[in-house]
């Protein structure tokens, strides 16, 4: 959006009156917005929690519901979690996304001629990266009465849509801060739809449900106290991400006309 950084994210609810707004860019994905978190860019809308004291662990489905004012009668949202501090995790954004089949093959039990006991091994290509998406979920907003059937959308009318975000288990170290972005069309997610929109967020209609372990007070607990100092390792310091994003995820993808995922 245009403001100088991220928004809060936290418990305290928004003004009312208090808005958003971000242009869908089809060239760019999740980890483009990841990787400028903390710069006012005009294809999202991102908010943060100050760097946890404590780990704080995401354990279940996320649920955003959004209240956007579109400029045109088609648009996309996408909302996605993230994990903003260095980490080794599997390089998902690789070919096989970080997996090889090794030639080496392990049996299990016996085989009978329809299933054979024997699978070829595996192993995952690591990465040190900067921030790690936790989960992401996307829908068309023409579909907000009826996800089945999607509709034009009355330009200036606004909408409330909730997404369901992926399950996951991820355990937010001390230190990192966890993040909330919402954009428009996830480059290799989603087809991007026939116009070009830009959204306006009504913060004070628009949440998010995580399923944090130990509820609300695990939260706040995370949220207040000194946080750790974090060592970035030294392939971290200038992130290759900030000037060239690698590709995102491949996944199953909206059609441009087509219903919420």
């Known amino acids: ?3 100088a950084g991220p928004g ?16 869908d860019d089809p060239s760019l994905g999740e980890l483009d917005w990841a990787a400028r978190i903390d710069t006012a860019t005009p294809e999202k809308a991102g908010f943060v929690t100050r760097p946890l004291s404590r780990d704080l662990r995401i354990a279940g489905s996320s649920r955003v519901t959004v209240t956007a004012t579109p400029t045109t009668a088609t648009a996309h949202l996408s909302a996605v979690l993230v994990d903003l ?6 390089d998902y954004a ?40 936790v989960s992401r979920g996307w829908a068309d ?3 907000w009465a009826d996800p089945r059937k999607g509709r034009p959308l009355t330009p200036g009318r606004a909408y409330t849509l909730t997404l369901d975000l992926a399950a996951a288990d991820h355990v937010v170290p001390a230190g ?25 967020l009504d913060l004070a209609r628009t949440r998010a449900e995580l399923p944090l372990v130990g509820g609300a007070g695990a939260f706040a607990r995370a949220t207040r106290g000194p946080a750790p100092t974090l060592s970035a390792p030294p392939s971290l310091l200038l992130p290759p991400a900030l ?18 995922r």
Do not use: Y
């Open 85 to 90: 501090g260095p980490a080794t995790i599997r």
């Open 176 to 200: 990192h801060r966890l993040a909330l972005i919402v954009g428009g069309t996830d480059r290799d997610l989603l087809d991007p739809p026939s116009t070009t929109p830009t959204l306006t």
């Open 94 to 133: 690789a070919a096989g996304e970080g997996i090889t089949t090794l030639a080496h093959r392990t049996c299990w039990g016996a085989s009978t001629p329809g299933d054979s006991a024997c699978f070829k091994e595996t192993e995952a290509r690591t990465a040190d990266v900067p921030h790690t998406v």
């Open 243 to 260: 000037s060239a994003p690698p590709a995102a995820v491949a996944g199953p993808r909206l059609p441009g006309a087509g219903a919420a």
């Open 1 to 3: 959006g245009a403001a």
């Open 8 to 23: 809060v994210l936290g418990r305290a609810p928004a003004a009312p009156g208090s808005t958003a707004a971000f242009t």
């Open 141 to 143: 907003l023409g579909t």
